[in-house]
T-cell receptor, first 113, second 113 residues
Framework: GENVGLHLPTLSVQEGDNSIINCAYS??????FIWYKQESGKGPQFIID?????DKRQGQRVTVLLNKTVKHLSLQIAATQPGDSAVYFC????????????FGQGTTLQVKP | EPEVTQTPSHQVTQMGQEVILRCVPI?????FYWYRQILGQKVEFLVS????????KSEIFDDQFSVERPDGSNFTLKIRSTKLEDSAMYFC???????????FGPGTRLTVL
């Protein structure tokens, strides 16, 4: 079935450290994955995406890793800053072409100054 | 930078009343979506819309819900007879292509009393 979930509900890191947020998915037919950041009272904000023909993609201070063998996705944030504090969701598209996104539960990232 | 906008930011209504939530997607996008997020929970897909028709809907999107693109810029979600459990944040999103990045609006907080 379709199931995208996160391993940990809350992650607390020190400012300047690297953060790793994990996500597991169960639909092996999923081929497009996205990380969104959601600050309190706001809508999900696109961070980075990856397609299933890749296993790593880098952005500015963020890296997404995809392991299709174990159906695992991770988001790495380098030199975490207080402004990174938010809830992070992974999402996948279903195998249909409608673009429907299936979201995971979310991980709260708390950055300690 | 173009963005998705939504109005109102907060809507309070009595149970049984009709509400219309409005969205202005990014201007050159072709695919439109509504999602909802109950407080503290993950984002849930409601409906996708393309070429003036619904392309997919979830089981949440029952006969009380409808969507419309009344003109070239607006995309609306109507709830005909609101229930207490409809209280949530409602997010509109749009994308250029069906499986392209979806950009979310800031949301409308719907409170049903």
């Amino acid at each position: 079935g379709e199931n995208v979930g996160l391993h940990l509900p809350t992650l607390s890191v020190q400012e300047g450290d690297n953060s790793i947020i994990n996500c597991a998915y169960s639909n092996s037919a999923s081929d497009y994955f996205i990380w969104y950041k959601q600050e309190s009272g706001k809508g999900p904000q696109f961070i980075i995406d990856i397609r299933s023909n890749m296993d790593k993609r880098q952005g500015q201070r963020v890296t997404v890793l995809l392991n299709k063998t174990v159906k695992h996705l991770s988001l790495q944030i380098a030199a975490t800053q207080p402004g990174d504090s938010a809830v992070y969701f992974c999402a996948e598209t279903s195998s249909s072409n409608t673009g429907k996104l299936i979201f995971g539960q979310g991980t709260t990232l708390q950055v300690k100054p | 930078e173009p963005e998705v906008t939504q109005t109102p930011s907060h809507q309070v209504t009595q149970m049984g009343q009709e509400v219309i939530l409005r969205c202005v997607p990014i201007s050159n996008h072709l695919y439109f979506y509504w999602y909802r997020q109950i407080l503290g929970q993950k984002v849930e897909f409601l409906v996708s819309f393309y070429n003036n028709e619904i392309s997919e809907k979830s089981e949440i999107f029952d006969d009380q819900f409808s969507v419309e693109r009344p003109d070239g810029s607006n995309f609306t979600l109507k709830i005909r007879s609101t229930k207490l459990e409809d209280s949530a944040m409602y997010f509109c999103a749009s994308s250029g292509q069906g499986r392209d990045t979806q950009y979310f609006g800031p949301g409308t907080r719907l409170t049903v009393l």
